[in-house]
């Protein structure tokens, strides 16, 4: 009885080294996502091509643009590798990491607690807020567009914040903001949100800017992040030591000052106080 006791004990143990060299190899063969890109020598990036300042087509020389491209090339230099932007609207960005199709994401995508189930997020690099772009004669209070139809991009929060804010209104959902500023100009919607400085890069190249008005009040007050695919905290890491590099050498206000102006002329929320961790 005691022989097969120890006889069982022994094959025991055997299966469970074997399950625990397995897992040991399973864990070493796993994909290190940076040392990938490393290996190709380029990262993709997931980034607008039309939500100007952040990322749109320059009409000159038909290159993706923007404030977070200046991001990604950074994050890219940082790494040592070449930039390969992939165009993006706000609800393919996730899609586009989780599929393999693109690295980052670096498109103005707000750190959200149902975003981060699905993926990681760096430190923040920007702050903004939600607010409404009205026809010039209409109300100034947010309150007043409780009841109207309002036009957001798809798949943002904003449109989130719309249903949770004003359950009553109609909400109608655009592709890109160009889309919901012709809706708004055609009069299909009585406003239109999205984050404070994307309305601000809109409004300021628009022929008509001086037909439309940004309302002072925010619907909601909102942290970006870059996107990173679950489990790969080497990359997350690289990625969050750039962004940190960059604010503490003020690499990311000179950023920011070409895009959105300096912040003594034209305050935005771009700023964070964040420290290494």
């Not at 897992?23 to 290190?32: K, L, N, P």
């Not at 607008?48 to 952040?54: G, I, T």
């Amino acid at each position: 009885m005691m022989a097969t006791k120890t006889y069982r004990a022994k094959k025991t143990l055997l299966a469970l080294g074997v399950l625990l060299a397995t897992g040991i190899a399973a864990s070493q063969a796993q994909a290190d996502q940076l040392a990938d890109i490393k290996a190709a020598g380029v990262v993709k990036v997931a980034t607008f091509d039309a939500n100007p300042p952040f990322g749109s087509v320059d009409a000159k020389t038909h290159k993706i643009v923007g404030y977070d491209v200046d991001f990604a090339e950074a994050l890219a230099k940082s790494l040592g590798v070449k930039l390969e932007l992939v165009a993006t609207n706000p609800a393919n960005r996730i899609p586009l990491l989780q599929s393999g199709k693109a690295d980052l994401i670096v498109a103005d995508i707000t750190i959200t607690p149902e975003r981060a189930q699905v993926i990681d997020f760096s430190v923040p690099y920007f702050v903004t807020g939600q607010q409404f772009l009205v026809p010039a004669k209409s109300p100034d209070q947010l309150d007043a567009y409780s009841k109207a139809r309002i036009g957001a991009v798809k798949g943002t929060t904003g449109e989130q914040a719309l249903h949770q804010r004003f359950p009553q209104s109609r909400v109608l959902a655009y592709d890109d903001i160009p889309l919901a500023l012709t809706a708004l100009r055609n009069g299909n919607v009585q406003a239109i949100t999205q984050d404070s400085t994307i309305l601000a890069g809109l409004l300021s190249g628009a022929p008509d800017k001086a037909d439309f008005k940004i309302l002072p009040d925010l619907l909601s007050k909102e942290e970006i992040g870059v996107g990173v695919k679950k489990g790969e905290p080497a990359l997350l890491k690289a990625v969050n030591d750039e962004l940190l590099r960059l604010e503490s050498t003020g690499q990311a206000a000179k950023i920011y000052d070409v895009w959105f102006g300096p912040e003594t002329k034209n305050p935005q929320p771009r700023a964070f106080k964040i420290e290494a961790k």
